[in-house]
Every structure is written in structure tokens, then in C-alpha cells.
């Protein structure tokens, strides 16, 4: 075939750009696309600004649902207008005259949906840069009726190892429909948990185990598409996913069982965010969050210990705040063998009572009151101790036992008494012989 000199090419478009502008429905469909974009702006502005979800920006703390309601909102204007011109092509189609003009519209249409979905779900900048340099010239060449041609030309550049053979095509596609779908599974993952946790309805640890399943669900349903196009038959890999299983079942035993462990640790109710454990080797922190295999535990010097969930139900653990955030403490201190006990006990309970963070108050149970108490008999005075009552853990942030030991120092000495040292009484048996 000979190819056509850049003169002819000149003619063809000239004589075609002139028979396009002499042609009535050149106009015709230049009205109908200028009443499509305005019918779709003015709609797409009235629905805006009639429905507040989709109109005022959400505040950070705002329910999933309402900021994918705004984001939506975004996208009003382009999506109205294809679906406009989708019709009016369409019906150019039933009266017998070709809608070239307003099919181009209806691509240029697509490309700012695609530009307008990108811009309001993409909030990641590395992804919206890809999607755009990537996804846009992807959809182009499809509207254009390129894409196939250039698939094909992919096909073509391949390399043949043994009985497989590997195509750019098939590597590109796996790139890119993998990278997607990765993008895609942890968006709806992050979306998903999101709302689950924003249901006031359900208890802590009932969100967390929705939320592992929804995970768990949304990980297999990404992975049988991601094998799907990798081109992986999943009738064979059904036959021999018995042996498969076999070997990553004594592999992954830890895994698959840390797994399970997390699993009934959420049915039972046993450990739940917020929760301040202490583990049988020492380790002890606040319960953040539950992963597939681990849990984190957040300490008070800014550290998370992350645990794996088998060690929660096979070794001793000790939860303090499961059952009731309250905690009783102890501060021990002495005083001397001459001191009143009786008068000394009365105002250290009132001392120690008029901290902010002990339970106190006649509205109180009596048990639960600051008591103050005689432990043993020491060898320099008289060992004693005062119980309390708070809310929390005595620790971190919550240094109550340490401020009452200060409270106690100050109160003993307002009342004359000091705390008493140990002291040694040294007997010389023979006076005489020291002297030699």
C-alpha cells in the first residue's frame, strides 16, 4: 500500500472540515452537546447544593459514608453529561445520521469522569500521578479504538521459557491491574473498617471482629482476581490445592494459628481495645488495635510491643481493666513507735482522700474509701499503709501513687512526725580491752 503524501492528507481533512461546516447537523449536534453540558451543570449544581451531604466539606471526624457522599458530589457533572449524550448518540443513531460530533463529545466526557474520579477517591499523590499518566492514556486509545491494535503489537514482543511463554502484554497487564487492585483492596479495607467501627450499635469487640472478617474476605477476593489476570486456571489450581495446603499448613502453623488465636480472642470477648494487660514475662501496655497475626500494645514511654494473638490464649495474662476500670493501690510508709496511730490515721485518710484522682466521698461505699492501716511491727518504727481507690492505671500519665507519697512526706511533717531511719545501738562488752 502506498502511502498517502502530506498534501492528500491536507485535501482529505480540508474537504472534509468543509463538508462537516456546510452540513446541518454539524450545527445540530453542536446545539444538542451545548444543552447537554448546561443541563448537566445546572442539574449537578442543584443537587449539590440541595443536599448538604454532598454540598459542605465533612469535618475530619465525620462518618465515613458522609465524606464518600461528598466525594460523590464531585462527580455529578461529568457523569450527567455522559449519560446525556449516551442517549443523544443513541438516538442520532435511530434517525439515520451519523453523531460524530457528539460521540467526540461523549469520549472528551469519559476523560474528565475519569479526570473527576481521580481527583475525589485517589487521595494518595504517588497513586493519582499513576492513574493519570497511566490510566488516561489507557482509556484514550480505547475511545479512539486504538487499544486493540496496540495490545496486539504487545502480544507480539514475547519469550518463550520451556513451555511458558511470557508476553509484554500479559507482564503490563499484570502491572497494571495488580498495582489497581492493590490500590483498590486497601482503599476499600481502610473504607470498610471505617464504617464498621463508626456503629455506635455494636460493642468494641464486635467491630473488631466484623472488621478482621471484612478483611480477611476482601484479601481472598482481591487475590482470586489478581489470579484471574495473571491468566491462572482456578480449576487447576483447585486440584492441586489439597498438597499445596498440606505443606503450607506445617509452613505457616504459626501464622495459621496466631490467626485463628485473634479470632477467638474477638468471640470471646476476652481482650478488647483500650484494654491495659500485663503478659506473664513483665510486658504490659494499653491494647490499641487487632492485626491477622499480632496485637499492639501501647506502653506509657511511647513504645508498641506487638504480640502475637497465640500467646494471649496460651500463656498467663493478667487484664486490669476488663471487667471494671477501676483499681485499688497500696502506698506503704512508716512512722515512729511513739507517734498517736489513732489521730495519725484519721487526717493521712483525709490527706490522701483530697486527691482529684482517688474515689472518695460519702456517696462512696465504705469499702472503697481511702483506709489507712497498720501493717507489721519494723525494727525502727511502725510500718504502715494506705489503700485507695482510682480510676485507670497507676502509671504513665496517672503518677497518683507517687503524688501521694509526696502528700503523705508533707503531711507527717505539718504534724510533727518524721519518718524513721534504721539505727544501730552499739554495746561495748568490755571498756578495758577497747582501750588496748
Sequence with gaps: MVPKSVSTVIDEFTKTAQFAISDSNTYIQLLVILVIYVLSFAAAYKIRHSVGITHNAPLESAHPVRKLAFRIGGI?????????????????????????????????????????????????????????????????????????????????????????????????????????????????????KAVIRKQESLDVPTKEVFSKLFEVGLFCIVMLLLLNVMGVNLTTLAVFGGAVGVGLGLGLQSIASNFISGIIILLDRSLTVGDFVELDDGQKGFVREFR??????????????????????????????????????????????????????????????????????????????????IDSFGDSGINMFVEFWMIGIDDGKNRVGGDLMLTILETLRENGIEIPFPQREVKIINPEQSKL
Excluded at 449516551?86 to 461523549?106: V, Y
Excluded at 500463656?315 to 497500696?330: E, G
Excluded at 490527706?351 to 466521698?361: D, K, T
Aim: net charge negative.
Design 76 to 192: 455529578l457533572f461529568p457523569l450527567l453529561a455522559i449519560i446525556l449524550l449516551q442517549i443523544s448518540t443513541k438516538a442520532g443513531e435511530n434517525l439515520a445520521f451519523t453523531p460524530w460530533l457528539i460521540e467526540t463529545a461523549l469520549a472528551i466526557a469519559v476523560l474528565l469522569f475519569f479526570n473527576s474520579l481521580i481527583r475525589a477517591f485517589v487521595q494518595h499523590k504517588f497513586a493519582a500521578s499513576l492513574f493519570r499518566w497511566i490510566g488516561l492514556p489507557i482509556l484514550l486509545l480505547h475511545l479512539l479504538n486504538l487499544l486493540t491494535t496496540v495490545i496486539n503489537a504487545l502480544e507480539e514482543i514475547s519469550l518463550d521459557v520451556g513451555n511458558v511463554s511470557i508476553s509484554a502484554y500479559g507482564v503490563t497487564r499484570v502491572l497494571i491491574f495488580g498495582s489497581f487492585l492493590f490500590w483498590l483492596g486497601r482503599a476499600s479495607n481502610n473504607f470498610g
Design 292 to 373: 491477622m497475626r499480632y496485637a499492639v500494645l501501647e506502653t506509657y514511654d511511647g513504645k508498641d510491643i506487638l504480640v502475637p494473638n497465640e500467646k494471649f490464649i496460651s500463656s498467663l495474662m493478667v487484664n486490669w481493666t476488663h471487667k471494671d476500670p477501676k483499681q485499688r493501690y497500696r502506698v506503704d510508709f512508716s512512722v515512729p513507735y511513739a507517734t498517736d496511730v489513732r489521730a495519725m490515721v484519721e487526717f493521712i485518710k483525709v490527706a490522701v482522700a483530697e486527691h482529684e484522682q482517688v474515689i472518695s466521698g460519702l456517696d462512696v461505699p465504705f469499702e472503697e474509701r481511702p483506709d489507712c492501716e
